[in-house]
């Protein structure tokens, strides 16, 4: 059987850190702020959560640390676009290749090793069901984004700051302060994803490897429209075409065509969605 | 007076001495001292020793800047350098060990290979901005992972060197190679490189071209306007850019050790850092190949830096994006505008 409950529950397992990544970014996106920088945050969280759980023996406070640090990394974002009103697009493409750097230069000068750092007393996230408990929390925020967005005064302002930025300072709603809410937001939640991609998935830390889960967030947010329930869809999508590519390397597929599997059903998927939207006004990038 | 506060006042120069500045409080964070590693970073990037690493790595980073600077002059960001490159690097392999030619013959072959594979790829990624509405900076860095894996695979398997245990195809056949000067690994690719920096200044500064893609960059709602067909601009300038990026994999290839080594091309980062050289130079062909030369001085002199002081020679690459977030908050790159409303959005 290729298609049974195992593959479901690995591809459940696969999504979680691109889930948690793309509500950020989906929530960035309705207030006007297209966020790229995912990547970077996740791999600040991943980093800051084994550092913290390693030197304080608890995972908690690894996921609580990670959720704190990628917060702070995310105000290069807030202050540099909103603030400065500098280039969206370019900050982050800087704070992904900073991220990089910089997890990377801790990694040697924190641990002393280069590429993996491995400890079998590092404490990771324990299994409930099958699952981290962040997996459980990253279901339970696809349901408070959408409600928030669709029933909530906070949701409904931050629509008309995406839309009609002008429009909502007129009516006295700052857009400023719900972007720089929701970039924050976005930070905690890639921390966490970072968390739970470096303590419940596997239980190391290795350098870049959130490996381009951060991208595929960006492209969640697009396929899903930036609407909680779209974007949970496309990752699911993510997380079977992962699940999928793991079987297939047990069935002796070589690794190089498993590893690009994802990327291939992504680029698919936005094909097959985009192409009904077509000769769309264009903007930088985002989502309409 | 005024001639020195307004070069510091200039985002570009504060960007450079801003990332310094940072760079040596993570010094002093490790213990180490800022001149003494600074010090190194430059004699070893630039002393007898370090300066044919310099021009060696200096190709690729150029090679690769110059072809992110190409669409990045229009506004348009390709983020597919590395599986452009290294598609142009396995062609010109598989042209180099398959090619019934003499060899001299065969290496032209092989460039032309390597440039045809990557600006193909290269346009795919802009056939599908055109045509499907995928934004170009998605699906140029989504393409990118399966051509990686896609060469992975073929050093790995049918390409591989019999008998070694290390992910690499054959090794081309004798003469099959890009001239060297002297002793050095420094080869004729650079000259490559630079003729291709010099075309890239003529059409810049002295053809219609040259203009359009300024003027699209600028104001793309304007050169639309003025007859400047988008789409078909982002079609060539993609295939001109892969073209470079596919290139420089294929003199990657033609230059030591003359044969496709798995992760040699993608590892040292050449596409990031040659992006990261563009962007701060503003796709300026001049500033682009200063930016570069700069960053290839910071790859090699990082490694000199990490032998004498022990500081880790990610700080460099730390050093470089540090640059790029000050220069994104300060400075307005040609047809990217911060938002502010829908409609001053829509480019």
Known sequence: MFLDSDLLMSALRALTPILLAALGGALCERAGVFNIGLEGMMLMGCFTSVATSWFTGSAWLGVLAAALAAAAYSLILAVGAVTLRGDAVVLGIAMNLLAVGLTGFLLRTVFGVQGTFDDPSLAGLPLIGGFTALAYLSWAAVAVAALLLSRHVWGLRLRGVGEAPDAAATLGVSPARYRYGVILLSGVLCGLAGAQLALGNVTLFTENMTAGRGWIAVVAVMLGRAAPLGVLLAALLFGLAEAAGFRLQGLGLPQQATDAAPYVVTLGALFLTTARRRRRPRTTGAVQ | ?347
């Open chain 2, 1 to 347: 007076m005024t001639r020195i506060s307004g070069a510091l006042r200039s985002p570009l120069t504060f960007s450079v001495l801003a990332g310094l500045v940072i760079g040596a409080l993570f010094l002093l964070g490790t213990g180490a001292d800022p001149v003494t590693a600074y010090r190194a970073v430059v004699t070893g990037a630039l002393g007898a020793d370090g300066i044919g690493p310099t021009l060696t790595t200096g190709t690729s980073v150029l090679g690769l800047a110059l072809a992110l600077a190409v669409p990045l002059r229009a506004g348009l960001i390709n983020l597919g350098g590395d599986g452009q490159m290294v598609l142009g690097g396995i062609t010109a392999t598989m042209t180099g060990l398959h090619s019934p030619f003499p060899a001299p013959l065969t290496v032209v072959l092989a460039l032309l290979a390597g440039l045809a594979a990557g600006a193909g790829y290269a346009v795919l990624a802009a056939l599908c901005e055109n045509h499907l509405g995928v934004p170009l900076l998605v699906s140029s860095l989504l393409l990118s992972y399966p051509a990686v894996s896609l060469a992975s695979y073929l050093a790995r398997y049918p390409l591989k060197e019999p008998g070694s245990s290390l992910p690499q195809t054959r090794a081309l056949p004798e003469g099959v190679a890009l001239p060297a000067f002297g002793d050095s690994t420094v080869t004729l690719g650079l000259v490559l490189v630079a003729v291709a920096a010099a075309v890239y200044w003529f059409t810049d500064r002295r053809t219609a071209v040259g203009y359009e893609i300024r003027m699209t960059g600028l104001n793309p709602r304007f050169a639309a306007y003025a007859g400047v067909g988008r789409q078909g601009l982002t079609l060539r300038l993609m295939a001109v850019s892969g073209g470079l990026a596919g290139l420089v994999g294929a003199i990657g290839v033609l230059s030591f050790p003359y044969r496709f080594v798995d992760g040699s091309l993608t590892g040292p980062g050449y596409t990031w850092t040659g992006l990261t050289a563009a962007l701060l130079a503003a796709a300026a062909p001049l500033g682009t190949v200063i930016a570069a030369f700069f960053f290839a001085v910071l790859q090699v002199g990082g490694l000199a830096m990490e032998r004498t002081t022990e500081v880790p020679r990610e700080l460099t690459q730390v050093l470089q994006a540090i640059v790029i977030v000050f220069l994104a908050a300060r400075l307005r790159l040609p047809g990217r505008r911060p938002r502010r409303s829908r409609e001053s959005e829509a480019v």
